[in-house]
């Protein structure tokens, strides 16, 4: 994630508002959260389960790279379109790099269905544990950003 | 008693691996653990992990019934494909045929929205999965990690390993 322009321009492009805050989900969480329904799905039958690993804003996630990595790392808002073509030039179908462009402009209208903190709770509820927020995750990671 | 048998299909994905990880570090003493991917041959990480037992399985395929034969619960990880309606869709057909007692599968938080495509996508999966009559979970569903490292890997940079929605 971020690899190539963190490393090497100390940079994080991104089309959307960096002051909206978003619903993130570490990867471990979700795994480890979809293992602990899988075993016990009576619990879950009928559910929809919205897991929330943290609630941030691309802000947020620059200050807690320049952390870890003892470095300012920017963040620089680009033009949807711009986004856009990038994707579409790494191969993405068009339909797709809408789709994405889609979910990043409703992070900026602040649409609950992505930045509400209602969820929070949800994932130590189901595991047993804390989720690994931002901070934890960019610690975790940060030796590939270097 | 033998254990319950937890199925995880369009398995070699993050989400997939993910959630391999956990079942096999936790859970392996309740249940027998199964990974379908396409390309078994392929499926180096997936066999790596202790407890699991990789099959070749393809969503939408008609042998699923078979591949599924005593099955309790099964895993769909949704595919990023445009025809994922009707891959997951086939699945859980196939999944209800063989007597798949539980069936989750990887959602948005945006279902049940259609101002969106992916809103419209995960609405149309959801509706069908709610009226097949097997019991069924949506999610762990939070699609923003995913968007994260896809909008950024093909914004900018070579291209890394390709997380698509």
């Known amino acids: 994630m971020y690899k190539s322009t963190i490393a090497a321009q100390g940079t994080m492009y991104n089309p959307t508002d960096p002051d909206k805050p978003f619903t993130i989900i570490a990867v471990e969480d979700i ?73 990043s ?14 969820d929070l709770g949800l994932y130590k509820q189901i595991t047993g544990e804390d989720p690994t927020d931002l901070k934890k995750w960019v610690t975790k990671y940060s030796a590939a950003f270097q | 008693m033998s254990k319950p048998v937890v199925f995880v299909i369009g398995a070699s994905g993050n989400v997939g691996t993910a959630t391999l990880t956990s079942l096999s570090a936790k859970y392996a003493d309740k249940v027998e653990i ?44 949704t595919p990023a494909t445009g025809n994922r309606i009707e891959l997951v869709t086939k699945t859980t057909e196939s999944a209800k045929e063989a007597g798949v007692k539980h069936i989750a599968v990887v959602s948005l938080p945006i279902a049940g929205t259609t101002d969106t495509l992916f809103g ?27 968007e994260f490292i896809y909008v950024q890997e093909h914004h900018c940079g070579p291209r890394h390993h390709v997380q698509p929605h």
């Open chain 2, 34 to 77: 199964r990974a379908g991917v396409r390309n078994p041959e392929k499926a180096e990480k997936l066999k790596g992990i202790p407890n699991v037992a990789v099959v070749q399985a393809t969503m939408g395929d008609s042998n699923l019934v078979g591949v599924f034969a005593g099955v309790n619960t099964l895993y769909i990880v």
């Open chain 1, 31 to 103: 795994g480890k959260a979809s293992a602990a329904i899988l075993v016990n799905p009576e619990k879950y039958a009928n559910k929809t389960v919205t897991l929330v690993s943290d609630l941030r804003t691309y802000n947020d996630v620059a200050k807690a790279f320049s952390e870890a990595l003892g470095k300012e790392i920017k963040y620089l808002r680009v033009p949807y379109e711009a986004a856009k073509k990038g994707m579409m030039g790494g191969g993405i179908p068009e339909w797709q790099a809408e789709g994405v462009i889609e979910l």
């Open chain 2, 120 to 146: 419209r996508q995960y609405s149309e999966i959801e509706e069908k999965v709610s009226k097949l009559g097997v019991p069924y979970t949506f999610g762990p569903s939070s699609h923003v990690h995913r």
């Open chain 1, 105 to 118: 402009k409703l992070i900026d209208a602040s649409s609950p269905a992505l930045s509400s903190d209602r």
